[in-house]
């Protein structure tokens, strides 16, 4: 109840909860409004507290109406709880790409002097805390403090922003500092900072790193060493219902191993170069899950080798939201205007094309040509009907199941990208609410061939700093099938095989797909002679 008393939805915001006069964990910063970190915990506090008062009103319906009777609960207020959870205010700065500490962070002048841990002492030692409350300077960042305890889900290009940039404006003058830091570097795979932030939490006792090590012991650094190796080599995510893992080995290390309680069974997790072996050394059997794949710890250990997968890239229209059926209604309406024949057997052919070739389709249907003043005159028309279908978009048009598995693929350390034939892709997301959940979107307009060539499929996985070859691809369009295979990937067909004939997996729709049968994909895929027919 105390957010709602610091807090409102601002209207000029588009209704977004707003959180004012708070201090997060930077004590360099102090009574801002919005802090990144305290808005993220409240959500998390504000969903858990309306998901809690629904399960016990679920479950026992006398029981809660006997707490909400005493301490004056209604379903409102918990409904109020929810709504201001998902409509917490974390934005990304369209300026600098990055997530804003807080609301004023951003625009105050960076400190030129920033030389922390050095023979001088800590930044608060030489300036008056006024003086850096004024400036663009953290003791620890918030920002990544949220991020290194799963938070919030930011895809990997801008967690990786993030981390560059508040590495730029860190003093790292609390030891809690460089607990952070390393979890968020190490699941980057910025090893040598990783490693360097790793030690600091280590060995800030053992060497006196900050020269006070004889007014008491760093307990909190000392315990964020073993949370680096768990929740940052490890993977370890804990906001589901089994514990996550998605392990990775720094360069120089053979392996590492570290154990934990879970629920009263003892796990210990084993990390090489190739993979992961997971054990469980007491208590009842165990679910966990490595790099988004289910595993069963029972009496044998279980060997996870490390999934070559390392981006997956969406198509959109029929893949993520029903546009396709937008595309199909704005192209029979300019068909009718013209009396050109059309119906839904010559629209699945347009699936996967871009708009120009998709007329030439429907002109050479119908027998009809046009002049190249008319052929553009009608692109315009047939893209005017189809946006004025999407002025009704929301996020309520995504398809289900979508978001979970954004969650899961960042979760697992898999990439996210966009490579749809549409030039109106960015604004369609941007409706969906998922804009910023994408790792790279490629520009259709950029693009020299369109599906089926495999141009789209390969600036995207160069977009996201990959190798095509370790990606795989989603679509629901033949053209796209085969683009994405010309583009050396495997490729997974949203809808039956008798549509998609050449995907080597199957799924009927996004919502049946999970990480597992991604990264299993590839596998399959394998197994039939690489980008052979296979069904799943």
């Not at 920033?114 to 805390?129: K, S």
């Not at 629901?476 to 997974?492: E, L, N, P």
Request: charged share 20%; with cysteine; hydrophobic share 45%.
């Amino acid at each position: 109840r105390i957010w709602p008393e610091i807090g409102a939805f601002d209207p000029r915001r588009g209704g977004a909860f707003c959180i004012y006069g708070v201090t997060g964990p930077d004590e360099y910063s102090a009574l801002v409004d919005n802090d990144y970190y305290t808005n993220a915990i409240a959500a998390r506090h504000l969903a858990y507290a309306a998901d809690t008062a629904d399960w016990l009103a679920h479950t026992d319906p006398a029981a809660f109406a006997a707490l909400a009777q005493a301490i004056g609960l209604d379903a409102e207020e918990v409904a109020m709880w929810r709504r201001a959870a998902e409509a917490m205010w974390l934005p990304v700065d369209a300026e600098a790409g990055v997530s804003p500490q807080d609301d004023a962070f951003l625009g105050r002048p960076k400190l030129a002097d920033l030389a922390p841990l050095d023979e001088r002492g800590p930044l608060l030692m030489r300036y008056h805390p006024m003086i850096l409350f004024r400036h663009q300077i953290a003791k620890q960042g918030n920002v990544l403090q949220a991020m290194a305890m799963d938070l919030v889900s930011l895809p990997l290009a801008l967690q990786r922003r993030n981390f560059d940039y508040y590495s730029r404006v860190t003093a790292h003058d609390s030891t809690l500092s460089s607990v952070a830091f390393a979890i968020v570097a190490a699941r980057l795979g910025e090893d040598g900072e990783a490693l360097d932030f790793h030690r600091e939490a280590a060995f800030v006792d053992l060497e006196n790193r900050h020269g006070n090590t004889s007014h008491g012991l760093h307990m909190a650094a000392l315990a964020g060493s073993w949370l680096v190796l768990a929740h940052g080599w490890g993977g370890l995510r804990l906001g589901g219902d089994s514990p996550a893992f998605a392990p990775r080995i720094p360069a120089g290390w053979t392996h590492y191993h570290f154990r934990l309680l879970w629920r009263g069974s003892v796990i210990e997790v084993a990390v090489d170069a190739e993979g992961a072996t997971y054990r469980r050394l007491s208590g009842a059997p165990v679910d966990i899950v490595d790099h988004g794949r289910p595993v069963r710890l029972a009496d044998a250990a279980v060997r996870m080798a490390r999934p070559a997968v390392q981006g997956v890239i969406f198509d959109l229209d029929g893949v993520l939201t029903d546009t396709a059926e937008d595309h199909y209604h704005a192209w029979q309406a300019l068909a009718d205007q013209y009396g050109y024949a059309f119906d839904r057997a010559a629209n699945d052919r347009l699936k996967g094309v871009d708009r120009a070739g998709s007329l030439r389709l429907i002109l050479d249907g119908a027998g009809a040509s046009v002049d190249d003043a008319r052929f553009e005159a009608m692109l315009a028309e047939k893209n005017a009907l189809y946006r004025a279908r999407l002025a009704a978009y929301s996020p309520a048009n995504l398809f289900d199941g979508v978001r979970a598995l954004f969650a899961a693929l960042r979760g697992a350390g898999i990439k996210i990208g966009l490579a749809s034939a549409s030039r109106n892709a960015g604004d369609v997301v941007r409706l969906l609410g998922i804009a910023d959940q994408f790792d790279f979107i490629a520009d259709a307009g950029a693009i020299a061939a369109n599906k089926p060539a495999p141009d789209i499929f390969l600036a995207c996985a160069d977009g996201m700093g990959l190798p095509p070859e370790r990606c795989i691809g989603i679509e629901d369009a033949q053209a796209g099938i085969s683009a994405i295979h010309a583009a050396g990937m495997v490729a997974i067909g949203i809808g039956s095989e008798e549509a998609l004939p050449d995907a080597d997996v199957h799924v009927p729709a996004i919502g049946a797909l999970s990480v597992d049968q991604i990264l299993s994909a590839e596998r399959e895929a394998a197994s039939a002679g690489n980008l052979s027919k296979k069904t799943g």
